[in-house]
T-cell receptor, first 112, second 117 residues
Framework: KQEVTQIPAALSVPEGENLVLNCSFT??????LQWFRQDPGKGLTSLLL?????REQTSGRLNASLDKSSGRSTLYIAASQPGDSATYLC???????????FGTGTRLKVLA | DAGITQSPRYKITETGRQVTLMCHQT?????MFWYRQDLGHGLRLIYY???????DKGEVPDGYVVSRSKTENFPLTLESATRSQTSVYFC????????????????FGNGTRLTVT
C-alpha cells in the first residue's frame, strides 16, 4: 500500500532564504507526482506535476524533482517571500490507478 | 466562471440526518474525486469516478454514497451523519487521471466544512 510522508510538518524561515521541502513515498511504482499549495480555508492549488519519466519540473521560483528509485521528491523554493507562506502537499499516483495518495503536508511560514 | 464549485460552503447538521454535498465542474473533466481532510490524517479519498455512471470506492467510503448521472456533477451524500464525519470535504476533477498517457493536474474546489453535532 502506497504511503506518502512529508517532513518536516512545519518550517519557519526568514524572507529571501532558499528552501527545500521533502516528500517520500514507499512504492516506487507511480505514474506521476504532484505538488500542491493550500492557503488557510481554501482548496488546493496545483503547483507542479512530474510524470514518472521526468526528473524535474520548473515554474518560476519553484523546482520539483523526482527520484523514483529512492522514493523521494523535493520541492525547491528560491528566494522565499512572505506570500509563499502556506501548506505544501505532495501526492503520488500509484501505477494502474486513478488515485492520488496525499502526504500530510508541510506548513511553511516565511518571516518578513 | 469556469471552475469547480462546491456547495454549501459550511454546513451544520445533527447526528442521524442525511446531508448532501454538491460538486459542479464546468470543464467537462472525465474524472472526479471526493476527499476529506482531517488533522493528523491529511487528505483521504472517499470515492472517485472515471465518467458518468462509473464510480468506485476510495480509502474511506463507509457511510457515504455518490452518484454521477451527469459528467459535470458529483454529489456526495452522508446517509446518516455521525460525529466522526465532521471534516472538511474537497471535490476535485481531472481531465485525465494519473496512469494514462496524457496527465493533467487535479483541480480542487474550495471545500465544504461539515460539522455534525
Amino acid at each position: 500500500k502506497q504511503e506518502v510522508t512529508q517532513i518536516p510538518a512545519a518550517l519557519s524561515v526568514p524572507e529571501g532564504e532558499n528552501l527545500v521541502l521533502n516528500c517520500s513515498f514507499t512504492d516506487s511504482a507511480i505514474y506521476n507526482l504532484q505538488w500542491f499549495r493550500q492557503d488557510p480555508g481554501k482548496g488546493l492549488t496545483s503547483l507542479l506535476l512530474i510524470q514518472s519519466s521526468q526528473r524535474e519540473q520548473t515554474s518560476g521560483r519553484l523546482n520539483a524533482s523526482l527520484d523514483k528509485s529512492s522514493g523521494r521528491s523535493t520541492l525547491y523554493i528560491a528566494a522565499s517571500q512572505p506570500g509563499d507562506s502556506a501548506t505544501y502537499l505532495c501526492a503520488a499516483s500509484p501505477s494502474g490507478t486513478y488515485k492520488y495518495i496525499f502526504g500530510t503536508g508541510t506548513r511553511l511560514k516565511v518571516l518578513a | 466562471d469556469a471552475g469547480i464549485t462546491q456547495s454549501p460552503r459550511y454546513k451544520i447538521t445533527e447526528t442521524g440526518r442525511q446531508v448532501t454535498l454538491m460538486c459542479h465542474q464546468t470543464w467537462s473533466h472525465s474524472y472526479m474525486f471526493w476527499y476529506r481532510q482531517d488533522l493528523g490524517h491529511g487528505l483521504r479519498l472517499i470515492y472517485y469516478s472515471a465518467a458518468a455512471d462509473i464510480t468506485d470506492k476510495g480509502e474511506v467510503p463507509d457511510g457515504y454514497v455518490v452518484s454521477r448521472s451527469k459528467t459535470e456533477n458529483f454529489p456526495l451524500t452522508l446517509e446518516s451523519a455521525t460525529r466522526s464525519q465532521t471534516s472538511v470535504y474537497f471535490c476535485a476533477s481531472s481531465e485525465s487521471a494519473g496512469g494514462f498517457t496524457y496527465n493533467s493536474p487535479l483541480h480542487f474546489g474550495n471545500g465544504t466544512r461539515l460539522t455534525v453535532t
